[in-house]
């Protein structure tokens, strides 16, 4: 009951999310969350810059494509993103890692809220003009994508990814195939995971309802919806943050 009660205190809650001792279904909650602001990003990315930047498939066909037809500065451009993601993700594993060792808990909380942050720089992407403001608008959000993807991945031991849905669309093709297995061969054995299926598409939802909200905002108002995204990760993070305290050497 006393747990019971943590979890609808705010502040509780968060640290629940982020903390080091990890569950099914704070991975659940974290993972839902992350998907949505993904996604809301993502569609802000397409209204703000006219692209996509929540996985690189799409970046890394672009690069020989535009080789081929003799177009060096838009595979230069499409370099640049997969760059940022691949630093973003790097960038992640090397924090956690870093405050894991250092802190021995609560690691997962500063990369976060440094996504949180460059969120903020993000929304400060419409101030800069021309080329330089949409590279550096680009540079950003790819690097926020790659540390979100690395973070989630780290948190779940790599069950859930949040930045892109190719994967977790696959999934539920296969737990439908396995579903129509056992209805027209029923004595096969096979068995659809019904709890993978709902967070599937309890996390396929999130990504969607993110999109919806993040095109509607960013058509509104543009980069500035990038404001309440930011803080919705900083309200994750921040209340463990005063929690980090350094390791005593043994």
């Known amino acids: 009951m006393a747990r019971r009660n943590r ?10 999310l ?3 001792r990890r ?25 703000a810059l006219g692209q996509y930047t929540s996985h690189m498939t799409g970046y890394l066909s672009q690069i020989p494509d535009h080789l081929v037809a003799g177009e060096l500065p838009v595979a230069a451009i499409a370099a640049l993103a997969i760059a940022a993601f ?18 021995g808990r609560r690691q997962y909380a500063l990369p976060i809220a440094i996504q949180g942050l460059f969120l903020l720089c993000f929304a400060a992407g419409g101030i800069l003009r021309g080329t330089l ?9 790819c690097f926020i994508m790659g540390m979100q993807n690395a973070t989630i991945t780290k948190i779940s031991y790599a069950r859930v990814r949040t930045t892109h849905a190719t994967g977790m669309i696959t999934d539920i093709g296969i737990e439908l195939g396995r579903a129509m297995c056992r209805l027209l061969l029923p004595a096969s054995g096979v068995r659809p995971n019904l ?12 990504f ?11 058509s509104a108002v543009g980069f500035l919806f990038s404001l309440p995204l930011a803080f919705l ?13 350094r390791k005593r050497p043994a």
């Open 7 to 16: 979890i609808f205190h705010p502040i509780a809650s968060a640290r629940i």
């Open 18 to 20: 982020v903390g080091h």
């Open 23 to 47: 569950s099914p279904g704070s991975d659940y909650v974290l993972a839902t969350l992350l998907a949505f602001v993904a996604g809301a990003a993502n569609a802000g990315g397409f209204f």
């Open 86 to 103: 691949v630093t973003g993700a790097g960038f992640s594993s090397l924090l956690i890692n870093w405050a894991r060792i250092r802190l």
């Open 133 to 141: 403001g949409h590279l550096f608008a680009l540079a950003c959000l």
């Open 195 to 206: 709890v993978k299926l709902k967070i599937l598409l309890t996390l396929i939802g999130a």
């Open 208 to 218: 969607l309802l993110g999109g919806i909200v993040g095109a509607a905002g960013y």
């Open 233 to 245: 990760l900083l309200a994750i993070s921040l209340p463990a943050l005063p929690l980090l305290k």
